[in-house]
Every structure is written in C-alpha cells, then in structure tokens.
C-alpha cells in the first residue's frame, strides 16, 4: 500500500462501502473494518481497475481491545471513517427497551469512541477523521431514542476532538444523514411497518414526503461528502456537523 490510506469502520455495506469504493476509485488504499468477513471479501473483489488497494480487518467496533491490537502495528493513516452503526427502535416502555439502549450505545457510541482511540496513535499530523453521525443527532423521532442519544452523543465526540486534535492540524467532522437508500433503511422501514401493521411501501412513501427533494439520499452522494470532506480543500473546516438529507434537516 503506498498511497494515503483512509480506514473506513462498516465497510462492508451501505454508506460505508460507498465511501470505500469512492476512496479506492480516486488514488486512495482503504483498510476496511467489519464484522462480517463476507461482504469484505466482496469489497475487495470489486476494487476499481488503477485504483488504491484495499486491507481488511475483521473486527466488532464495540470491542476496543480488539481495535486496538489490530491497528497498533500497522501503517499510518491519513484518515479515518467511523462509519459502522446499528439502528434499532424501542419506546421508553417497551420490553427491550433496556437491551436496545445498551445495544445500540455499545456499537454507534463506544464503537466510535473505540475506533478513534485505537486510530489515533496511527493518524499522521494533519490527517482527517469524519463520523457518520444522523438527522436524529439534531432532531428526536418516537421509538429512537437509543438511536438519536447515541448519534447525538456523537456530535459532541466530534466537537470536543476538533479542538483537542486541532493543534496537530487534525480535522474533525460530523456529517448527518437523513434517509439513505442502504440495508438499514430497508430494515428500519420493514419494522416500523411490521409494528404498525402496514406495508413497507406506506411507510416509506410516508418518509418520502417529509423530503423536500422527494426521495431518499443515495449512499454515493455521502460518500462524495465524506471525500471532500477529506480532501485538502476542507483543512480549515472542524468541528462541524454536515446535513445530507435532501432538505428534511435543513437547521
Ligand atoms: P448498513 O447496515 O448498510 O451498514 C452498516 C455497517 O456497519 C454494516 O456493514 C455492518 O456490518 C457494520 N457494523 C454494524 N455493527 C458493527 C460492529 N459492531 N462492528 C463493526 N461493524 C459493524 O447501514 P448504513 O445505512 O450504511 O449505515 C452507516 C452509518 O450511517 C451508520 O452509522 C448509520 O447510523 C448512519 N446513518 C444511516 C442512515 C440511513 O438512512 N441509512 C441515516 C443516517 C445515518
């Protein structure tokens, strides 16, 4: 691997495969974090022609310890995308409510906090960290609350590492998501609508018209938020928290 290397956490799919393939398609290697061997293996099978390489590390973010021994020895990172995530509904009421909470804290929240103290030692001066935050880092939604705390809860993480990181020229950026068109959107819909006994089309032409734009955002166009965000025309923005959501979070 001889060009910048960006390591990107739940590569595997969605949003984070998107910004894999981008990275690998514009001079960038990739060392790609998941849990599942699977669709890491596939990634790799599908590294763009003349593009960067990509290294696969097969871990579960809620493990720290594990993060940690995986990336100490390895090469210098010029950035970091603390992608993977979870999303499960509960009420405050419900029977799970308790083991959503601690679920989805464990994978979104610590998992982010893990991949960041694991990466850091490995982060060259000057180097990029992006987390994928949500919509519901800003806003609340029923039944998401162990969703929304652990996204919002996210922010804050980014906002105090930008000014912790900004004295080794370290950039530190959120961006916010509204619907996006991957697995966790399918499911999230399937079960909103298998909790209300409706069909997914319902809720999803439901979520549909809360979009300005009037459709859901594909993972490619935040993977090209995300590039930018790691390019070197974005070194003096830190700190921030970036909507892409087709105008539903405008705020
Ligand atoms: P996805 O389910 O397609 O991808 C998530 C990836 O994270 C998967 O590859 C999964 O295996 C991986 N992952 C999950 N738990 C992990 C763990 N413990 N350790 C390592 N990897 C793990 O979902 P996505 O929509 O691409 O989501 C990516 C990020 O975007 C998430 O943080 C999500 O909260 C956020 N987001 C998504 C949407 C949306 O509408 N899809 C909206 C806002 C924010």
């Known amino acids: 691997m001889s060009r910048p290397l960006v390591l990107v956490t739940g590569a595997g799919s969605g949003i984070?495969?998107?910004?894999?393939?981008?990275?690998?398609?514009?001079?960038?290697?990739?060392?790609?974090?998941?849990?599942?061997?699977?669709?890491?293996?596939?990634?790799?099978?599908?590294?763009?022609?003349?593009?960067?390489?990509?290294?696969?590390?097969?871990?579960?973010?809620?493990?720290?310890?594990a993060l940690r021994r995986a990336l100490e020895h390895g090469p210098h990172l010029a950035g970091v995308v603390a992608c993977a995530g979870i999303c499960r509904q509960a009420r405050l009421d419900s029977p799970e409510a308790d083991d959503v909470w601690r679920e989805v804290l464990a994978v979104n929240l610590d998992g982010a906090w893990n991949t960041l103290r694991a990466a850091l030692p490995r982060l060259e001066d000057g180097g990029r960290i992006v987390a994928v935050s949500s919509g519901l880092g800003k806003l609340g939604r029923a039944g998401y609350g162990a969703y929304a705390a652990s996204k919002h809860g996210l922010l804050g993480l980014v906002r105090c590492l930008a000014r912790e990181l900004a004295p080794r020229r370290i950039t530190v950026n959120a961006v916010c998501p509204g619907w996006v068109d991957t697995p966790m959107a399918a499911a999230d819909l399937a079960a909103a609508a298998a909790d209300r006994g409706v069909g997914t089309d319902t809720v999803r032409a439901e979520a549909t018209g809360g979009i300005p734009l009037g459709r859901f955002v594909d993972p490619g166009e935040v993977a090209a938020l995300i590039l930018w965000l790691l390019s070197a025309g974005a070194a003096a923005i830190t700190g921030e928290a970036w909507n892409i959501s087709g105008g539903e979070f405008s705020a």
């Open 16 to 65: 984070g495969r998107a910004v894999a393939l981008a990275l690998l398609g514009s001079d960038r290697d990739v060392l790609a974090v998941g849990r599942r061997p699977g669709p890491l293996e596939a990634l790799v099978g599908e590294v763009p022609g003349g593009g960067g390489a990509v290294a696969t590390v097969v871990a579960d973010v809620g493990d720290g310890p």
